[in-house]
């Protein structure tokens, strides 16, 4: 442009630099939302999937099941508020939840190796964690939140701490479990 205004050449090397910074970051390129590629990669590669849910109360599970043609992968899932429910669902141990409560690595890493053996998927995302407006404590504040996702090459966990209400940290805490899922796709 004689003005000198960006043209569609200048637009398409600064998007590929972006991508090219921030690498597995970067889930799309265009108009899919997180759930939407989440469910694709599933699907392309005949992964197949369960989830175990306590603070986003099957909020992942369904944003999942937005995508058509889903349950071709998608086993099943488990909403698991009660600790009892963990036990008996999940076989998280009992002495665990006592020693370290339900919202901590070692109960999330349970629950997601729990559900994958009980679903018999390749993968199984678990979500625990304290979403508000009480039951937070000083070394678990309102907005920790612990993911894992368990694999036939071993489980992993990590965890986020979300601010905002309640509806907002379920809701992010569901999308971060979708990309967690993604990423481990993506490489």
Same mark, same amino acid.
């Given at each position: !442009? +004689?003005?000198?205004?960006?043209?569609?050449?200048?637009? /398409?090397?600064? =998007?590929?630099?972006?991508? @090219? #910074?921030?690498?597995?970051? =970067?889930?799309?390129? *265009?108009?899919?939302?997180?759930?939407?590629?989440?469910?694709?990669?599933?699907?392309?590669?005949?992964?197949?999937?369960s989830?175990?849910?306590s603070?986003?109360?099957?909020?992942?599970?369904?944003?999942?099941?937005?995508?058509?043609?889903?349950?071709?992968v998608?086993?099943? +899932?488990?909403?698991?508020? /009660?600790? /009892? =429910?963990?036990?008996?669902?999940? !076989?998280?141990? #009992?002495?665990?939840?006592?020693?370290?409560?339900?919202?901590?690595?070692?109960?999330?890493?349970?629950? +997601?190796?729990?559900?994958?053996?009980r679903?018999? $998927?390749?993968?199984?995302?678990?979500?625990?964690?304290?979403?508000?407006?009480?039951?937070? $404590?000083?070394?678990?504040?309102?907005?920790?939140?612990?993911? +894992?996702?368990? *694999?036939? !090459?071993?489980t992993? $966990?990590?965890?986020?701490?979300?601010?905002? !209400? @309640?509806?907002?940290?379920?809701?992010?805490?569901?999308? #971060? *479990?979708?990309?967690?899922?993604?990423? #481990?796709?993506? $490489?």
């Amino acid at each position: !442009d +004689a003005a000198g205004a960006p043209g569609p050449a200048d637009l /398409d090397r600064l =998007v590929a630099e972006v991508v @090219r #910074r921030l690498g597995i970051h =970067v889930y799309e390129v *265009g108009d899919r939302s997180l759930q939407a590629v989440t469910a694709d990669l599933l699907m392309e590669r005949g992964v197949t999937v369960s989830l175990a849910e306590s603070c986003t109360a099957g909020l992942a599970c369904a944003l999942l099941a937005e995508r058509p043609g889903i349950s071709a992968v998608l086993k099943g +899932a488990v909403t698991a508020y /009660d600790n /009892d =429910v963990k036990v008996r669902l999940l !076989d998280v141990p #009992r002495d665990l939840l006592e020693r370290e409560g339900a919202v901590g690595a070692a109960c999330a890493a349970a629950m +997601a190796d729990g559900c994958r053996s009980r679903f018999g $998927t390749g993968l199984a995302l678990s979500i625990t964690g304290i979403a508000g407006p009480d039951g937070g $404590t000083p070394d678990k504040p309102i907005g920790t939140v612990w993911l +894992a996702l368990s *694999g036939p !090459d071993g489980t992993v $966990t990590e965890s986020v701490r979300l601010a905002g !209400d @309640r509806n907002r940290i379920r809701r992010m805490a569901a999308f #971060r *479990g979708l990309d967690l899922i993604r990423r #481990r796709l993506s $490489t």
